[in-house]
């Protein structure tokens, strides 16, 4: 396998899909939801057993975006966040007419109606970021320790490639974005990371077994590359049935959450093997080359 | 429920691809979903979506360790080492990639939970038990059960997936 060799292949694929992504942003920008834009929450008490689709079709018909989810004993109570619109009185008074008229119920089923802020989505992304952040620093120290710094900063900068991919993602697809959206770039954050120092590992194992004499680092990464593929495989391909199965049977809140995670497990093998690996290779190689040319003065 | 059918597809695909071991990583991975729910009890941790997240995550790595020792189990059996031998050099060969790339994961894990708010500290909680307990089962539950198994004389290369075996 000639992994590395062909690097640029593999850098134009993720550059062409993150311009593609950003280009979506910038046109159409992003679907940011309730949690960013606001909103109102309204809980309502049906007094019966209910088909919670029925509600979501309902609310649909006003072309808003809205969570509905079931509530209270007996589940018989109906939990409603709507994301801001122009015209928020007027569709929200229009929704709860079509629900009191459906279920025969008045003003005395309304238990709560209140404005929520853009504030939660937006507190709770700063705060992600810092973290992201700091946790970048500490995990660059520690594989800086024990493998070398050229490895920390391949893993770091594939790690950067999958969350814009996923952003990407989302941009394109116009998937909308709400919290859930924080906690799939988290997971993809650690996912992607795991899956980089594997492949590593065996490049610092093979390096080890074969010297560093006898192999040059394009050899040694697609060397380890290939002894890691059926692993990576199978290691992606068993968390993508966990997360396509939450996907396909899941709620639409848990929808949005699963599609940035499904592209980001893909995005997270992709970037080990084809981003992060000729990245170290290519340094490593330009180094040892340096090095090669001093001793030569 | 929608989990349940993913954890059942990890279950079968294991099993299918990994023979022997696969049955074992599945024993090792059903123990471990269940001391998982067993420490969010204890916790008395309340399930958000970022906390199935936390969880779903961890049990990809819980999979990973396991793939990684089987993986490198049949390279050991295929350059020809006995049984035994082939164990030992798995688990101690796979120990350092479970243990840096854990480490990682927990390194951000641990950060989230100090600076992160809300939700966040729930995905924190829920990916550092996830994978504290993933690293004890694939570490100690894998290896004493695939130990057992090796013991009671199950000897065929074809169970732990060796097609054949290039002696050196």
Same mark, same amino acid.
């Given at each position: ?64 975006? !809205? ?231 | ?83 035994? !031998? ?83």
């Amino acid at each position: 396998m000639k992994i590395i060799e062909r690097r640029w292949i593999w850098y134009s694929i993720s550059i062409a899909i993150i311009v593609v992504g950003i280009a979506f942003m910038l046109i159409r920008g992003l679907n940011f939801g309730i949690d960013f834009r606001g909103g109102t929450l309204m809980e309502v008490n049906i007094g019966k057993s209910y088909d919670v689709e029925d509600i979501r079709a309902m609310i649909k018909a006003h072309n808003v975006d !809205a969570y509905v989810s079931q509530a209270g004993d007996n589940n018989q109570e109906v939990l409603i966040r709507i994301a801001s619109v122009p015209n928020d009185d007027e569709v929200q008074a229009q929704i709860l007419n079509d629900i009191k008229e459906k279920y025969g119920i008045d003003d005395s089923a309304v238990l709560s109606i209140e404005k929520v802020g853009p504030t939660v989505g937006g507190e709770l992304t700063r705060n992600a970021i810092y973290a992201i952040a700091i946790a970048c620093v500490l995990m660059l120290i520690y594989i800086w320790i024990r493998f070398e710094i050229r490895f920390g900063v391949a893993a770091i900068i594939a790690l950067v490639h999958d969350v814009l991919i996923m952003s990407a993602a989302v941009a394109i697809t116009n998937t909308q974005i709400n919290t859930p959206f924080v906690a799939a770039v988290l997971t993809i954050v650690g996912y992607s990371i795991n899956d980089t120092i594997v492949v590593f590992d065996r490049i610092r194992e093979n390096r080890r077994k074969l010297g560093k004499k006898k192999m040059s680092p394009f050899e040694l990464a697609d060397m380890s590359i290939e002894q890691t593929l059926a692993r990576s495989i199978n290691t992606t391909l068993t968390t993508l049935f966990t997360i396509t199965a939450l996907y396909i049977l899941g709620v639409p809140s848990i929808k949005e959450f699963a599609l940035p995670i499904m592209i980001g497990l893909v995005s997270g093998a992709y970037s080990s093997i084809f981003i992060a690996s000729p990245i170290w290779a290519t340094w490593t190689q330009r180094d040892a080359m340096e090095k090669a040319a001093v001793h030569k003065r | 429920m929608a989990g349940a059918i993913g954890v059942a597809a990890v279950l079968l695909f294991m099993l299918l691809y990994y023979r022997l071991p696969g049955l074992v990583a599945d024993v090792a991975l059903i123990t471990y979903i269940l001391l998982v729910f067993l420490v969010l009890a204890g916790t008395g941790a309340t399930l958000t979506l970022p906390g199935i997240a936390g969880i779903v995550l961890s049990i990809g790595m819980a999979v990973d360790a396991n793939v990684l020792i089987f993986e490198r189990l049949k390279e050991e059996l295929k350059a020809g080492k006995t049984l035994g !031998a082939a164990l030992d050099a798995a688990f101690h060969r796979a120990l350092s990639a479970i243990l840096d790339s854990n480490i990682t994961t927990l390194i951000a894990g641990i950060v989230l939970y100090f600076y992160g708010t809300g939700t966040i500290k729930g995905f924190a909680v829920t990916l550092i038990i996830g994978i504290a307990v993933s690293m004890f089962t694939a570490v100690v539950v894998t290896r004493y059960l695939l130990k057992l198994v090796m013991d009671f004389g199950i000897k065929n290369l074809k169970v732990y997936g060796v097609k054949e075996v290039t002696a050196q």
